[in-house]
């Protein structure tokens, strides 16, 4: 059974740095892996999907890796600011459940105070 | 474009009322709907996924009679809690795929918090 876990769980940080969340998953037969970002008492807003054929992904600040083998993916905030502020979600689609499913991690809180 | 919303957006009910939730897709037609659970400080589990004109399915543990998901339309599905108890209460969330984009793209309603007295 796919297991995905994310750390830290919460995390604290002053505006301007440079942070990374950690996404690690138990199983690499996975179609794809995605980061949501969620606000409190929110639906999930996408941010980078990554296909398990690919290393990385970019969107403005935000850089999304994955190294399936190892069954970690990485997401890297550029510059974080206080609107970044809000749960980080990582998910898999693994590939004996279907394509369209999502196995969800743990979640990171970020909050980023100015 | 892309739009999913919910309704209500929380509900307290007493127990042993039934409650509906309903999954709207608003600007596009939604073939495949997804109902998560999210307990506080906790990841979302799929309950079920349910494909319009057919019968749900549900992930193994979730009760089909306790949490009973129709999908008559292309752009609705609702999700009722009968006979809530205390301990249904979480934050419900839908989700929903457009027939006519990647399987990879799921749209999150904004969720519903249910709270049972």
Redesign the interface.
Known sequence: KQE?TQIPAALSVPEGENLVLNCSFTDSAIY?L?W?RQDP??????LL?IQSSQREQTSGRLNASLDKSSGRSTLYIAASQPGDSATY?CAV?PWDTG?????????T?LLVSP | GAVVSQHPSWVICKSGTSVKIECRSLDFQATTMFWYRQFPKKSLMLMATSNEGSKATYEQGVEKDKFLINHASLTLSTLTVTSAHPEDSSFYICSARDRERSYNEQFFGPGTRLTVL
Not at chain 1, 41 to 46: A, I, M, Q, R, V
Not at chain 1, 99 to 107: A, D, I, P, R, Y
């Open positions: 995905v794809n995605q949501f008492g929110k639906g999930l807003t996408s999907l979600l689609r394509f369209q499913k999502l196995v969800f991690g743990t979640g809180r």
